[in-house]
């Protein structure tokens, strides 16, 4: 069992910055892949980021190409989301995820609100 525990959103003008966290715990935590989604209000959750755990490539959505950066801390089992020039569209609830062994974990989620 992995457990994924997110921090880090909050509120936010336009053209501001956040970096997000998230930490796993688990025994068994051995992603391939760890990333971040995000789904806003009356829509449906949407991919945000990625991370190979083993080479650290990574893709993005190419609304945030430029803007939203991953990362990780393998001593920490952490992974970030550094997500600068914030716009109200990304405005959402984001979620962090973990894939292993065929299955993927989700954590709770945290707010992140931009305003204009």
């Known amino acids: 069992q992995v457990e994924l525990v997110e921090s880090g959103g909050g509120l936010v003008q336009a053209g501001g910055s956040l970096r997000l966290s998230c930490v796993a715990s688990?025994?068994?935590?051995?992603?391939?892949?760890m990333g971040w989604f995000r789904q806003a209000p009356g829509k449906e959750r949407e991919f945000v980021a990625r991370?190979?755990?083993?080479?650290?490539?990574?893709d993005y959505k190419d609304a945030v190409k430029g803007r939203f950066t991953i990362s990780r801390d393998n001593a920490k089992n952490t992974v970030y989301l550094q997500m600068s020039s914030l716009k109200p569209e990304d405005t959402a609830v984001y979620f962090c995820?973990?894939?292993?062994?065929?299955?993927?974990?989700w954590g709770q989620g945290t707010q992140v609100t931009v305003s204009s």
């Open positions: 995820y973990s894939d292993q062994s065929s299955l993927r974990y």
């Open positions: 688990g025994r068994t935590f051995s992603p391939y892949a």
């Open positions: 991370m190979n755990w083993g080479v650290g490539s990574t």
